[in-house]
């Protein structure tokens, strides 16, 4: 199990959402009365990181991060990078640019989820 994860990451999917099955199942018989209050809580965290991405396309809408890329992606949305290099390059001498717009994104959605989360 542990080499599957070590070859893709994205198998920890499966160990997250029974993680979470679990928790839910002993929510369930803990309290069965607090669910619909930790779905509620959920939804909120949930929609104030896409008001945080919609906040962000509408304040930099010149400075998407997949602009920095040297082809366009969603011409060949399936690419994944079997062959040990990277599917899409960052444009000549914009490499700091593209770090920043990613760093800039993650900041503003992380800034709309705490303070929704510490508003709870």
Same mark, same amino acid.
Not at 26 to 45: D, E, F, G, N, W
Not at 92 to 108: E, K
């Given at each position: 199990?542990?080499?599957?994860?070590?070859?893709?990451?994205?198998?920890?999917? +499966?160990?997250?959402?029974?993680?979470?099955?679990?928790? +839910?199942?002993?929510?369930?018989?803990?309290?069965?009365?607090?669910?619909?209050?930790?779905?509620?809580?959920?939804?909120?965290?949930?929609?104030?990181?896409? +008001?945080?991405?919609?906040?962000?396309?509408?304040?930099?809408?010149?400075? +998407?991060?997949?602009?920095?890329?040297?082809?366009?992606?969603?011409?060949?949305?399936?690419?994944?990078? &079997?062959?040990?290099?990277?599917?899409?390059?960052?444009? &000549?001498?914009?490499?700091?640019?593209?770090?920043?717009?990613?760093?800039?994104?993650?900041?503003?959605?992380?800034?709309?989820?705490?303070?929704?989360?510490?508003?709870?």
């Amino acid at each position: 199990m542990l080499s599957s994860i070590a070859r893709n990451p994205r198998n920890l999917a +499966v160990l997250f959402i029974c993680s979470i099955a679990v928790l +839910v199942g002993s929510v369930l018989l803990i309290s069965p009365v607090q669910l619909p209050v930790i779905l509620y809580k959920l939804a909120l965290v949930l929609v104030s990181g896409v +008001v945080g991405l919609i906040f962000d396309y509408l304040f930099f809408p010149y400075s +998407v991060p997949s602009g920095y890329l040297s082809k366009d992606w969603r011409n060949d949305p399936d690419a994944n990078g &079997d062959d040990g290099i990277p599917d899409y390059t960052i444009c &000549d001498g914009y490499i700091l640019a593209f770090c920043t717009a990613l760093l800039r994104r993650a900041l503003i959605v992380t800034a709309f989820v705490i303070a929704v989360a510490l508003g709870l």
